[in-house]
């Protein structure tokens, strides 16, 4: 893997109106139909964006997320138009800062929920099992440990989190309070067709998708699609098949290694977030670079 380029904390683009900024993403505007997505290298922990980037990273999860888009898109349509940025942006000293970090979108309606599936038992799902033996809402058989398979993939969705605020796992009839039971009931085959999916092509290949989050909008005729991210090491749990065993928390390559870290730190998991020293965030580099080359086959200058 190459030297890292020059990280990109915040986008500042000259050709359209100030972005709405997520925790990585920066969203602008083209029209009325189409938004351009930034994929920035900011990370996120416990929701909250930690001030130090990870050089590259933004290329990274936009060359996984597209990966993932077109090789699933028989299961469901996803929000990309094939519109080279380039072409929206009217000012040359753009070019540089999106190449390789970004997508044109149709502009949808986004789901006010964000669609978890898990296949094994780690992170707030062990959280819940230990409390409740349940997970959404879902009931699991008694005495599973940490990190061990599902008998079958669970759908638990969650809520989308305001800026300062922590995600919240609900239940499935909670969902369908929010969005209906049709609507709840499409998010959740498709969110489990895509995980069976992915997790068997990942597999082959080396990695164990302990769990993931879909995000789902709607055309305006009521077409669900895919919108976001698809299975990047920043949505999902990239764990080592190689080295995988139940009771332990397994090697990975995501951020699980930063929320690890963090763990260690006298720290609230409020903002503002703390440093991270250099050698986590080449090592969380390394990680994600790690996860395209297994799944792709390709290796960027990231």
């Known amino acids: 893997m190459n030297a ?7 986008s500042r683009l000259h050709s359209l109106p ?3 900024r997520g925790k990585v993403r920066d969203i602008y505007q083209i029209d009325d139909r189409h938004l351009l997505i930034v994929a920035t290298d900011r990370i996120s922990a416990f929701d909250v964006v ?13 060359a996984i997320s597209n990966f993932w888009f077109e090789r699933l898109e028989h299961v469901i349509p ?19 800062i999106v190449a390789g970090r970004s997508v044109v979108v149709q502009r949808l309606k986004p789901l006010p929920i964000e669609a978890v599936v898990r296949g094994y ?5 062990w959280k819940d099992y230990c409390q409740t033996g349940r997970v959404s809402g879902v009931r699991l058989p008694p005495g599973l440990e940490l990190a061990e398979q599902l008998r079958e993939p669970i759908f638990t969705p969650s809520t989308k989190a305001a800026p300062g605020t922590h995600d919240e796992n609900i239940t499935i009839a909670e969902v369908r309070d929010l969005i209906g039971a049709e609507l709840t009931a499409r998010v959740e085959e498709a969110s489990l067709r895509l995980y069976s999916e992915a997790s068997a092509y990942a597999r082959e290949r080396g990695i164990i998708i ?3 989050k879909f995000e789902f909008g709607l055309t305006d005729d009521g077409e669900l699609r895919l919108i976001d991210e698809l299975l990047t090491p920043d949505s999902s749990r990239f764990w080592d098949a190689a080295t995988y065993r139940p009771g ?7 951020k699980q290694y930063v929320r690890d870290y963090l763990e260690t730190l ?3 998991k409020k903002p503002p977030g703390p440093h991270l020293p250099a050698v986590v965030i080449e090592r969380t580099r390394q990680k994600y670079h790690e996860a395209l080359q297994r799944l792709t086959g390709k290796s960027l200058d990231a």
């Open 4 to 10: 890292p380029r020059t990280p990109l904390f915040e």
């Open 18 to 20: 100030p972005p709405r």
């Open 50 to 62: 930690l001030p130090d980037p990870i050089p590259g990273k933004g290329v990274l999860l936009t």
């Open 78 to 96: 996803n929000h990309l138009t094939g519109i080279d940025p380039a072409s929206v942006l009217g000012d040359p000293r753009d070019h540089a």
């Open 121 to 125: 038992l780690i992170g707030s799902g």
């Open 210 to 212: 302990a769990d993931t």
């Open 248 to 254: 332990s928390s397994p090697q990975s390559f995501d």
């Open 266 to 268: 006298d720290w609230d």
